[in-house]
């Protein structure tokens, strides 16, 4: 179905997103390479490895620090959390790390893929694209009283951090 921008920003909005930013694209068809699969764990890696710049997002989340270090070590990821692409690799979006953002598998990730499964047909696409590498809907991210999103437990995750990777605070 061929949605206009309202439409697709009231559908998102019925899913819980109403601040998931959307960009127009036009799909073109295109040949995923058999061996994408290796390369996408391999950007995976990578993109966990870059989320040191994404502690607060992270701290919306609510990992235990053991999740934590070892999502931004690149060792596990926690459950419920999937990669996602921005532009599908059927449509020509590339294998690369830009190309990547993170959020929760359920309710976003899911949400997300019938979103663009029911426009599947259209000839104007209106994709997900979050600004940063996490996606945490503003309504998650308002914070509450102390918690796992303290600015103590923010600085005890960056200590680590910093610790394990031989850099000085």
């Not at 503003?138 to 995750?157: F, V």
């Amino acid at each position: 179905m061929q949605l206009t921008k309202e439409m697709a920003e009231k559908q998102l909005a019925e899913m819980g997103m109403s601040d998931m930013p959307l960009t127009q694209f036009s799909p073109t068809p295109s040949v995923v390479a058999p061996d994408w699969f290796q390369t996408y764990k391999r950007l995976c890696h990578e993109f966990t490895l870059s989320l040191t710049d994404s502690v607060e997002e992270l701290a919306f989340l609510n990992l235990t620090q053991e999740e934590f270090m070892s999502l931004i070590t690149g060792h596990g990821l926690p459950p419920n959390l999937s990669f996602r692409f921005r532009i599908p690799l059927v449509w020509g979006g590339q294998l690369t790390t830009e190309n990547l953002f993170m959020c929760w598998t359920f309710p976003h990730s899911h949400n997300l893929d019938r979103f663009i499964l029911s426009q599947s047909d259209a000839d104007i696409i209106w994709l997900p694209n979050p600004v940063k590498k996490i996606y945490v809907p503003t309504h998650s991210a308002a914070g509450g009283d102390g918690g796992n999103a303290t600015s103590d437990r923010l600085s005890q995750m960056a200590a680590q951090i910093a610790a394990d990777r031989g850099i000085e605070v």
